[in-house]
């Protein structure tokens, strides 16, 4: 077998057989193939695409290449959540308490922020003393004694994705269908789950901007989750504005701990309580979908899912204390208004300009190693649909260190449309896949 | 700039401007940019392609790379010749002398073979003596003294295409239309040449199997030259069957040198003519082109070319007696025959398997270090059109060592086709373009 001879049946269209994908990975991995060979496969898979055949099989492989979390001592059918990224995409703090108070057993494992887009990780990081960087022993008592653990992903699941993605992110591969499908499938499976809900973000602030990739990229996951016996549900939703109010990562925590005691944006409510009856559903925990959702609902009213959410931020070395008293949460120390240049109704957000501006002002990083601030960030005063007066504030900018805080304040001045006419509605939740 | 930005950008089909061409070509010359990216970016041309423009400045950035031949001492307008590669194609041999003869300045530069194609640096090379290798001051002078030379590519030529062939090679981007043409294009125009005449094959003995793919591979490299003020013009010429009856290197010079005694096969002896008069009429040595054919029949049939060939062999140190005596060329120890194993007509005789076969017995090389057998390869006893009987001899194989010879005749009796119906004829010079 000769990687050129892959890559360039992969250029042609071909199917690769599945020891053919073996071959690619493990050679990738162990460093017999080189990365310029890797590259332009990668980039063959770009164009060319994969069948569902070959995505299963590169999953599997990714898989295969490290550890997996055992947790077949863990009595309950496991479920994880995970969103393909978005602003102010704060739901997974909000719906794995949620579905854990439901009795189904979360083990959450997230990431750093990539891009414009927010991570779960530095959210949580925010909350002084927090740590994510569970053993596999504490992730397996912690889920036996409450059901929920949030961990960080490690390098030792999947190394080869860690491999390949460090390769795509420089080499312009990262937006392929089947490369996102199986990174984000192989990483997901390593942590022992039973099944899967995904969220599927589409619009301006995700990295799919069209709801036909969205649905193709839903769909792979799916089949890769169903091909490897797990239960994979999939919800395509709006990401064309910040999801609720707060960007930013103590920001957002605030945001989440509003929500958990029913005093959240109406948005992010909405979307909370579904994904979270989605994953009490596959759980079985109740016959039906709707039974799953008054559940959820009876859960975040009764205050259950706000009450599992402080024991395991205290479990975990937080202080559950800040999530009442926000002032314990780190806090930005200089506040900018931004204004509306004119009356009318906001028509739209860009949500990845918000996003960006937020990483300008310290939120994200620009390089991995790069710190980042937890203080920092926006909150929006209005969404779109709401009629905003000449001068009225549009949001403000929370910020610690003044540089590069008007370029931010402009930005997002420029993210916001401002239209004499109504924009129609648009729906949060738009299709489900599986 | 960040390369990885133009990866995506050609990756999405943009336009490259030119300080960005430049800034990828010469980045990867001095190691800036690594193969890894430089791969990802090739593979990407790969499927969407180069504008004229882009492949132009590509052209010119790898001929800058390295060092030019100044031909300005010497006086007249310098014409080469040059062929995708084909089986059996020596006319190289043929036309040079042929344009020389009639007051043409003749610096041809050649190659090496390459896969199933001959080489005209190794066929020269089957002449006892003959040397290639030429310094600028040798090339200079012969070409003033005799208008004529035969030297072979260097690496001090357009260094940056060398280096990215050679990434090419084992990332499956060799086939690549804006990159054949910028590849050509870049090591002849190095040669300080006025004028080219391309001669692009198609046919299963070529590396354009279909005459589309060969009419755009012939206007790029004619756009690319116009470009850049030189006059190109390009014949797409049929390469199904071998062409004449010789393949393999001293048999070639064999045929060749027939042909210039105005002895040579119908087919070879056609097309010498033609991209002889076409060389003659872009130095502008008569007034039309059919004046030209006129004047490169005359140096045919009166000896005029097979003396000027006899002359600068003598110059580059090989034995012009071996033109006419060809016992003193490499010969062939052995020899087997392959028959027909029915009568009928020679409707196909498939090119790449015999230049295969040829090179199985040690013609060409499988890699790059290989040594080659200069007196080996295959005699056709037939072409297509003609009639044959059951036993017939289709075509011999001389050979001097015993190995894979049976595999090779397996192979050539299977490159014959045999059918009970006669073939329409096929055109010889299908197009010409520019």
């Given at each position: ?17 599945p020891e053919e994908i073996d071959f690619l990975v493990e050679g990738y991995t ?252 596959l759980a079985k925990k109740t016959p039906t979908l709707d039974d799953a959702r ?141």
């Open positions: 077998m000769r990687t050129v001879d892959l890559i360039q049946r992969k250029r042609d269209g071909e199917e690769l057989a162990t460093g017999e193939i080189p990365d310029y060979q890797m590259s332009a496969f990668l980039m063959a898979v770009f164009f060319a695409g994969m069948t569902d055949r070959e995505v299963s099989r590169l999953t599997e492989c990714m898989l295969r290449s490290g550890e997996t979390v055992d947790l077949s001592s863990v009595e309950g059918i496991k479920v994880d959540k995970h969103s393909t990224g978005g602003v102010g995409d704060k739901t997974s703090l909000i719906v794995a308490p949620l579905a854990a108070s439901a009795g189904v057993v979360v083990p959450m494992m997230s990431g750093h922020a990539l891009g414009h887009t927010g991570g779960t990780v530095d959210k949580l990081e925010s909350i002084p003393g927090f740590r994510t960087n569970l053993t596999p022993d504490e992730v397996r008592a912690q889920l036996k004694e409450m059901g929920l653990c949030f961990i960080s992903q490690t390098d030792r699941l999947a190394p080869a994705d860690g491999k390949i993605y460090s390769l795509r992110d420089v080499t312009a591969t990262v937006e392929s269908i089947p490369l996102i499908s199986s990174s984000i499938m192989s990483k997901k499976l390593a942590e022992g789950l039973d099944a899967l809900v995904l969220d599927v973000k589409v619009g301006n602030g995700a990295f799919m901007k069209k709801q036909v990739d969205a649905r193709r990229l839903a769909q792979m996951m799916v089949g890769i989750g169903r091909r490897m016996d797990k239960r994979v549900q999939a919800l395509i939703t709006d990401m064309s504005q910040p999801l609720g109010y707060a960007v930013g990562n103590a920001l957002e925590v605030m945001e989440a701990s509003q929500t958990l005691q029913n005093a959240g944006p109406t948005d992010l409510t909405k979307l909370s309580i579904e994904l979270a009856a989605r994953m009490i559903f008054r559940l959820a609902e009876q859960k975040l009213v009764d205050g259950s899912g706000y009450k599992k959410f402080k024991q395991v931020v205290a479990a975990q070395g937080g202080n559950p204390q800040a999530l009442d008293k926000f002032e314990l949460l780190p806090n930005a120390t200089g506040m900018r208004e931004v204004t509306s240049p004119r009356g009318g109704y906001v028509t739209a957000i860009d949500a990845e300009d918000i996003g960006t501006a937020s990483n300008m002002i310290g939120a994200g990083r620009d390089r991995k190693e790069d710190p980042i601030d937890p203080a920092v960030g926006i909150i929006l005063e209005v969404k779109v649909g709401e009629k905003v007066d000449a001068g009225s504030v549009l949001c403000r900018l929370y910020y610690t260190r003044e540089e590069r805080v008007e370029d931010a304040a402009e930005m997002v001045e420029d993210a916001f449309r401002i239209s004499a006419q109504k924009p129609e509605e648009r729906e949060l939740i738009l299709e489900v896949v599986g």
